[in-house]
Every structure is written in structure tokens, then in C-alpha cells.
């Protein structure tokens, strides 16, 4: 019997030794969705969204062919209750060859007519070309600490016909939990 429980004891130790520990089983406070290919022109189509809503809220958007142009931007429209339509907060940024300026804002139902920007929001944007990547780092302070988040993202080009949603115009994500 003392053999047996050795041998269980150094599988189990085995298994845990082999993830590591930057190779922990995936989390709950993650996931990530697809956007349709090729359903807008490639400097703004959205292939890919990933949420984090961990420590903070990560979004990272990637683009089909990111590239450097005057204009074209993004938002991050975001849902915290649920009980109400549409999203109550918004991270918005340029996405352009000369730097940007970003912003969180609180808003109602998909308008930015009354939009309450966040002035002491810990907000961060990051846009890689070589990547086709975007992302957005939010304190959860700024939205009130959310237990879940759904997310819609918005990316525009320098024309208004040049847009794209994921994972549709108005359409949220799965919720994300902490």
C-alpha cells in the first residue's frame, strides 16, 4: 500500500512540476472570438478579439494589415450590468503613423452625444504595426470595479464606409468573468 500511494504522490508531483508555472491551466477571466475575414478593407478588418479581466481589463484587438495612415481609430465599446442596452463605458484612440491621443468614457447605449469622459482613469493604448495589434490596459477601477465584461469594438478608417465590427455592429461578446 506504501508503494502505491508513493507512486500516486510522484504522478501527481510529475503532472504539477510539468505545467510550470507560466503554463497554469487557462483561466476563466479570458477569452477570445473571431471576427468574419475579409468583411471590410484590410487596414481595418478586425480578425481577432482577446479580453483579459484580470488584475486590469486587457483588450487586444488584431487587424487582418494594420498599417500607418493619417487617420482610422478604434473604440472598445464595453458592457458591465447587463440589465440595461447597450454598453456603459468606451476606450476610444487614433490609430495613425503620428501618435495618438486615447480616452475612457462613460456613455448610454451606444452614444457618445453625452459621453462623461474619465479624467483620473488609468488608461493605456498600445498599437504595434509589425503585429496588426492594438491594445487597450484599463484599470477596473474606472469601471467601478465590474465582476464581468462583455466588450464590442469598433475600428474605422479614413473614410466613413471604412468601418468594422466585432463581433457585430452592436453586438456584444460572451460575458468575460473575473
Not at 481609430?73 to 440589465?83: A, E, H, Q
Request: glycine share 6%.
Amino acid at each position: 500500500m506504501h508503494r502505491l500511494t508513493t507512486t500516486a504522490l510522484t504522478s501527481v508531483a510529475a503532472v504539477a512540476l510539468s505545467l510550470g508555472p507560466g503554463l497554469a491551466p487557462a483561466q476563466a477571466d479570458v477569452t477570445a472570438f473571431s471576427d468574419r475575414a475579409n468583411d471590410a478593407r484590410p487596414t481595418v478588418d478586425i480578425e481577432r478579439v482577446r479580453v483579459n479581466n484580470g488584475q486590469r481589463i486587457v483588450v487586444t484587438t488584431t487587424f487582418d494589415n494594420l498599417r500607418r495612415s493619417a487617420t482610422g481609430g478604434i473604440s472598445v465599446y464595453f458592457d458591465t450590468r447587463g440589465f440595461d442596452r447597450g454598453p456603459e463605458y468606451r476606450a476610444a484612440g487614433g490609430i495613425n503613423a503620428q501618435g495618438t491621443d486615447w480616452q475612457a468614457a462613460r456613455i448610454e447605449n451606444w452614444r457618445a452625444r453625452r459621453a462623461q469622459l474619465l479624467r483620473r482613469c488609468d488608461i493605456d493604448m498600445r498599437v504595434s504595426f509589425s503585429s496588426d495589434k492594438a491594445t487597450f490596459d484599463i484599470a477596473r477601477r474606472c469601471f467601478e470595479r465590474p465582476g464581468r465584461v462583455r466588450v464590442a469594438v469598433l475600428a474605422t478608417g479614413e473614410h466613413a464606409a471604412q468601418h468594422d465590427w466585432a463581433p457585430r455592429r452592436h453586438r456584444f461578446s460572451d460575458w468575460v468573468r473575473r
